[in-house]
């Protein structure tokens, strides 16, 4: 009878110990390895090395490295808070920013912005935000509107707008002329490489995203209860999803405008973290936003160290994992 | 002062009424069960009384403050629900939703202190649900999940407890000791317990008073002995019956004729 509660803290200090030390382990890491040295070992060499700046490889390091890695991290931390949130407030465990379509309305609203030419910053930022809310809006009403099994409906309505999303952004790119092709291809298949100090503002929105969702994480619990059930636990349901609904979208929305589109990364982490550390979302919020940090910047590692030159798009490796599992759980889930 | 009172409630989905300028009182401490034939509006009325559904004209009060001056969480400190059937598509165990109770409790970053956790063990050994704790929820049977759920509602120490068919997916010990251990709240901790139930020989044995509830009105409010008027039953829930009286208890005992025993009647 006394091992029936385990107080919270103690999980939380251990799971985020853990955790932290696994996402300095991946950052290290990744600071180290890159195009020009494929050597793990050089975590050594780096560490060694700090002390005498000047050199080519510390500018490399700190340069492009460092920010590369920062990039990842906060973007695999959104995104899989992104997919929490998202399978707390649609109470489905395969919902997820880019299966949604959510990371496609972005995608086009910052393509627009990009090829009418206005700045970065707050221009195409809004842009992406405002195509991410309309999918958003068009998703829910297509499967509130639907019959049948809403939760099928829900991912149906989401895989659709995100095709739909991909032609709009194929037709856009088809009829424009500008020189940036190219760059604006790779960023589409999910690019860490555009870490510039312009995109600092992005960086200090998402951040109090991050704390509210944090202190939003009790009633994201009692949310899972449904509506009935929350509001006489006493959560004010349509406050609290509006709240998350918005802060979601938009952090999802800047990551796209940073990092492009990278998929399944709030499929996967919420989903083993669900089954390693169960469903309390106090636990669940600290543990996806380490978890994801990790997992993207472990993932951006193997996008450079794998090909022969050059490197991926860490777009593709996310797919390449992600696809699979949601394929795994879709249909598992229909048994 | 009345612990629920009811006065010229409407409530409509859509087009459809299914209350109808409604009124009712319940006593503090007191066993109130609401029955009727389905659709009769039950479900909702007990829905509105508790604030999760919003009643479109008229007033409810709980202890003479009207419940519109109430914030959600000082509601949820008040009242508590067992809602009829209950969703769970993410795994949380026994334990983690028994304690869910305790939130309207805490601050929104506050997490539980010893005492929350033995209320919670409370409610759990009251509810015959201490040895599930670690399991989840979409392991239980339907009579386990309702234990549990009704362990959340007792843990959040709510002064009225508002239950919608506690017993229907239960077998008969279950059944008596849900009732048993409703009654034990009342007396105990002074709760007013409000339920809607299909069981007219339980609602019989347990209940202070009776509202007999057709088409979204009050057909009938008072003792068992009142309401459950063979004539009065026969003709809401449109089917034969036969009330007499329970040895035992002394209450009355009522029960559905088949057509091939139709001729005795």
């Not at chain 1, 960023?187 to 929105?205: V, Y």
């Not at chain 2, 709980?62 to 419940?67: E, I």
């Not at chain 2, 008040?78 to 165990?93: D, M």
Request: aromatic residues 6%; positive net charge; hydrophobic residues 50%.
């Amino acid at each position: 009878m006394e091992q029936t509660f385990t107080p919270i803290g103690k999980r939380l200090t251990l799971i985020c110990l853990l955790l932290g030390l696994l996402l300095a382990a991946v950052m290290l890491l990744g600071a180290a390895v890159g195009s020009s040295n494929r050597n793990p070992l050089a975590v050594f060499d780096l560490l060694g090395s700090l002390a005498d700046g000047g050199s080519t490889r510390q500018t490399i390091i700190w340069k492009i490295r460092l920010p590369r890695v920062l990039l990842a991290a906060v973007a695999g931390a959104t995104l899989s808070l992104g997919g929490l949130v998202f399978q707390v407030l649609l109470r489905n465990p395969l919902a997820e920013p880019y299966i949604l379509g959510i990371s496609g309305g972005a995608a086009v609203g910052a393509i627009s912005g990009m090829l009418i030419g206005i700045p970065f910053f707050p221009g195409v930022t809004v842009s992406a935000f405002s195509g991410s809310m309309a999918t958003l809006g068009i998703v829910l009403l297509l499967a509130s509107g639907a019959r049948g099994e809403r939760r099928d409906s829900l991912l149906l309505a989401g895989v659709m707008m995100n095709a739909f999303a991909g032609a709009l952004i194929m037709f856009l790119l088809s009829i424009s002329q500008s020189s940036q092709l190219h760059h604006i291809l790779f960023w589409l298949m999910g690019d860490l490489s555009m870490a510039e100090a312009g995109r600092l503002p992005l960086f200090a929105l998402i951040l109090p995203c991050y704390v509210i969702i944090f202190i939003l994480a009790r009633p994201m619990n009692i949310l899972l209860t449904g509506r009935e059930t929350a509001t006489s636990l006493g959560v004010n349901v349509r406050k609290i999803s509006v709240i998350l609904l918005i802060t979601a979208t938009l952090m999802v929305s800047l990551v796209v405008c940073l990092s492009g589109l990278v998929g399944f990364v709030g499929l996967v982490i919420p989903h083993i973290l669900r089954l390693t550390i169960g469903s309390d979302h106090r636990l669940l919020v600290p543990a996806g936003l380490l978890g994801g940090a990790s997992y993207l910047v472990g993932c951006d590692l193997l996008a450079r160290a794998l090909p022969a030159s050059g490197e991926l798009p860490v777009g593709i490796i996310t797919a390449m994992i992600g696809a699979p599992l949601f394929i795994v759980l879709l249909w598992r889930s229909g048994k | 002062m009345k612990a629920v009172t009811a006065d010229n409630i409407s409530l409509s989905y859509g087009s459809k009424e299914v209350l109808h300028q409604l009124s009712l009182m319940i006593d503090k401490e007191e066993f109130f069960i609401i029955i009727g034939p389905n659709g009769a509006g039950k479900s909702s009325l007990l829905k509105g009384l508790a604030g999760t559904e919003k009643i479109n004209s008229g007033t409810i009060s709980l202890f003479g403050l009207d419940q519109k001056d109430y914030s959600r969480r000082e509601l949820a400190r008040l009242t508590a629900l067992v809602p009829q059937g209950i969703e769970s598509h993410f795994p949380f165990t026994v334990a983690d939703t028994v304690l869910m109770g305790r939130s309207p409790h805490l601050g929104l970053l506050g997490a539980e202190q010893e005492e929350d956790y033995h209320i919670a063990r409370q409610a759990m050994q009251a509810t015959d649900t201490a040895h599930l704790a670690g399991r989840t929820l979409d392991r239980l049977s339907g009579g386990e999940r309702q234990r549990v759920i009704i362990a959340r509602a007792i843990c959040q120490q709510p002064a009225i407890l508002f239950l919608d068919e506690p017993t229907a997916s239960l077998d008969l010990a279950h059944q008596i000791r849900i009732m048993d251990l409703l009654e034990n709240l009342r007396l105990e901790r002074k709760i007013t317990v409000c339920m809607v139930s299909h069981d007219l020989n339980l609602a019989s044995m347990y209940a202070g008073r009776l509202l007999l509830l057709k088409n979204g009105r009050v057909v009938r409010t008072g003792a068992p002995q009142e309401v459950l008027d063979e004539k009065l039953l026969e003709e809401s829930y449109e089917c034969p019956l036969l009330v007499d009286e329970n040895p035992l208890s002394g209450t009355l005992r009522v029960l559905p004729v088949p057509a091939k025993f139709l001729r005795g009647k």
